[in-house]
């Protein structure tokens, strides 16, 4: 790796592995398309980062229950399914949407009413939005 763009690397705050996972994720982004959609019909986990799942089952693309298409994400977090920034199971875009443009985002989400119980004392994020460095 050149000298400047390892300078590059260490100025964005992300690490290399970071890095690698963007680049990986960027092979199925459509560049240059005004529309990007990320979805899980193809079964699998194209375009989307998968670097903070705690493992195997903390995200699995399942037919059972959807409400368009015929896949969806299925997430799941145990006691101890600990990463890097605490108990998570969660998939990442790599869209950077462009600045003073009108970005729309659509997703469904689906909470079993019988068995969701968030734990005592702690909230619940299902969604979170970030901008990205430089």
């Not at 529309?35 to 903390?58: C, I, M, N, P, Q």
Request: glycine share 8%; net charge negative.
């Amino acid at each position: 790796m050149a000298g400047t763009d390892a300078k590059r690397i260490a100025a964005s705050g992300r690490t290399l592995e970071e890095h690698r996972d963007i680049a990986r994720s960027l092979e199925t982004d459509p560049r240059g398309s005004r529309t990007v959609r990320l979805d899980f019909e193809s079964g699998d986990f194209a375009g989307w980062s998968v670097r903070r799942l705690a493992k195997d089952y903390s995200a699995v693309i399942q037919s059972e229950i959807v409400r368009t298409g015929s896949k969806a994400c299925r997430f799941e977090i145990r006691p101890g399914d600990y990463v890097s920034q605490g108990l998570r199971a969660e998939l990442r875009d790599w869209y950077n949407a462009p600045f003073e443009q009108d970005t729309w985002y659509g997703f469904s989400t689906y909470l079993p009413e019988d068995s969701f119980a968030p734990p005592k004392g702690t909230g619940v994020v299902l969604a979170q939005w970030h901008d990205q460095a430089e």
